[in-house]
């Protein structure tokens, strides 16, 4: 069944085309099952319905487009007689029924698109002028695609030949030619890529491959099936190619859709979700269409607005949690009664989270107690008696553990970890150990560079590095520790290097300023200092110095053999020789 919509003066457009709607309607439902194919007057479809397109003026020059709706009169169109009424032109509408509304002007540079020409396109919109009265796809002519149809009937190079006038006596006005050729672009029905989109014979061409085919156009559908009066279509994009000495040209369009009434309205839904990659479903986030309509997700971050009226809406989010950015409005043709599914993907921060874990060592797996664990996400926690520890308000995604505060024997590395949103996780860190050193004093030697070819060793006992329950700690200096009251000792050194000179007392604390000493053995030094004087602190046993043998460089130290070492407590001498650590340290001759 196919309505058609005349031209009729503004003033009865609207009265006039509802009172024919009621009359084509009646007539057709009752005897008409299939559109009469009309026979076409004239030379061909341009000259036969030019006076039916839409005309667009578009100039190059200022980068304007204007449409204006066909001019011819009723009785100037084609008719055919349909169920006993004569119908103007069929399913061809005209400046009372649509309006073409321009816009998004574009121009290529030459060769971009076809060589040697420009491409010009822009965009329009059908919007329906008929109260009560819905578009649908044409009877005639037969439609390549369902919606209202638009399709170029003929396009002309607005000729000038150019020129240059004096204008006001200040200026001199120059109008450059326009001359060339104009054809449709694979813009109309194609998606703008080489090859798409093809014409369409509305009329009579049987084959549109051929070169003699006069009824063939590109053409574009657009989806106005059941927006009612005022109403606009989506957006589609047209185009032409032209020679690149056009500086304006007219192209004429024809509209083609049959008229329907429009039937009550109904409100349509539009649902879907909105969810985070970081954060999964978004719940309380409002969901907000164009005309007024919104609506709230759910914990699951679904949403459902069932009140959406009929049309091109656009949906937007607000309201969003914090650390989330809106995501780009979208578009949707509403239908009445339709069900439509709008998704957001939103991107949004992860929420913060917590880790916990334990440190042990890698030796033994006992717990490491007392060192500190940071997270480079924040956070950090020190670990208790049992290794453990516990993180929280960790910031969401990858990042590492640093363990810092552990033993000289253990070196810790980064522990990498990945942490969902809102998560917790267990990372348990394994720090690399060795075993600990053995509890005791620690005899230590320290080199020292005299200058004039001569070089000094500093023996010395630290007492503050063991404490023994049966010795009674003493105070000197501000240091309080065991005592060390005597040593005995020899050590050997490289000879070839170093050649001893003398043995003498150390600085503060020391056990005596007089060691005895015997050097004579090149290579070997004996060592013995004692006193009833109670030192703590790394007391000092004696000072060797020794002389650089000429020419010598590289690495020399000693090797210690202690033979007896006492301590004191009250008038008692103890022998802590077992409780002494050797720890002797290396010079490099400079």
Not at 427 to 442: F, K, L, N
Request: contains cysteine; aromatic residues 6%.
């Amino acid at each position: 069944m196919a309505v058609l919509a005349s031209r009729h003066p503004l003033t009865r457009r609207f009265t006039t085309a509802v009172a024919t709607l009621a009359a084509l309607v009646t007539a057709a439902c009752a005897g008409e099952k299939s559109p009469v194919t009309p026979e076409l007057p004239g030379t061909g479809p341009v000259s036969t319905f030019r006076p039916n397109a839409f005309i667009a003026d578009v100039n190059l020059r200022t980068g304007q487009v204007r449409i204006t709706a066909p001019n011819a009169s009723t009785a100037e169109r084609p008719s055919l007689s349909l169920g006993g009424i004569e119908r103007p032109a069929l399913s061809l509408l005209g400046g009372e029924a649509v309006r073409l509304i321009p816009s998004n002007y574009q121009a290529s540079a030459v060769g971009a698109f076809t060589p040697g020409r420009i491409r010009v396109t822009f965009d329009v919109v059908i919007e329906n002028k008929l109260p009560g009265i819905r578009f649908i796809t044409p009877t005639w002519p037969v439609s390549p695609a369902a919606g209202v149809i638009l399709f170029p009937l003929e396009q002309t190079v607005t000729t000038t030949p150019g020129g240059v006038t004096g204008g006001d006596g200040n200026d001199i006005i120059v109008e450059q030619p326009s001359y060339g050729s104009i054809v449709p672009s694979i813009d109309w029905n194609g998606t703008g890529a080489a090859g798409s989109g093809a014409p369409y014979s509305f009329f009579n061409d049987a084959d549109c491959g051929l070169a003699t085919s006069n009824d063939c156009f590109r053409w574009e559908a657009y989806d106005l099936e059941v927006l009612p009066a005022p109403a606009t279509s989506s957006v589609r994009t047209i185009g032409f190619d032209i020679d690149p000495t056009v500086g304006q040209f007219r192209a004429r369009m024809v509209v083609a859709a049959d008229l329907a009434p429009a039937g009550a309205v109904l409100p349509g839904t539009i649902a879907g979700t909105v969810t985070s990659p970081a954060r999964g479903a978004l719940s309380g986030v409002t969901v907000n269409v164009s005309g007024g309509a919104t609506g709230t997700t759910s914990a699951t971050g679904a949403y459902s607005i069932t009140t959406v009226a009929p049309g091109t809406r656009t949906v937007t989010l607000s309201t969003l949690p914090a650390g989330c950015t809106a995501p780009a409005a979208q578009t949707i043709g509403v239908a009445s009664g339709s069900t439509n599914t709008v998704n957001f993907t939103v991107d949004c921060t992860g929420l913060p989270g917590s880790i916990a874990g334990v440190v042990t060592r890698s030796n033994d797996g006992s717990p490491l107690a007392g060192v500190t664990v940071a997270a480079s996400g924040g956070g950090s926690d020190v670990t208790d008696a049992a290794g453990a520890y516990s993180i929280a308000g960790v910031a969401a995604g990858a990042g590492t553990l640093t363990v810092t505060g552990a033993p000289a024997e253990c070196t810790p590395a980064p522990e990498a970890y990945t942490l969902a949103s809102a998560g917790s996780i267990t990372e348990d860190i394994t720090v690399t150990c060795t075993a600990p050193p053995t509890p005791g004093y620690q005899y230590n030697t320290t080199w020292v560079d005299l200058g004039g070819g001569q070089i000094a060793v500093d023996l010395r006992i630290d007492m503050r590095t063991f404490n023994r329950a049966d010795i009674v700690d003493v105070t000197t200096s501000g240091v309080t520790g065991d005592p060390l009251t005597g040593a005995q000792l020899s050590f050997t050194y490289d000879a070839s290097k170093l050649t001893f000179v003398e043995g003498i007392g150390t600085s503060a604390p020391n056990i005596t300023a007089a060691p005895t000493v015997n050097g004579a053995v090149p290579g070997t030094v004996s060592v013995l200092n004692g006193a009833t004087t109670l030192r703590t602190g790394n007391v000092g046993i004696v000072r060797v110095v020794f002389a650089r043998v000429a020419g010598a460089t590289g690495l020399v130290g000693t090797t210690t053999t202690l033979t007896a070492v006492s301590s004191r407590t009250g008038t008692t001498t103890l022998s802590i020789l077992a409780n002494v650590i050797n720890t002797e340290g290396t010079f490099v001759l400079p």
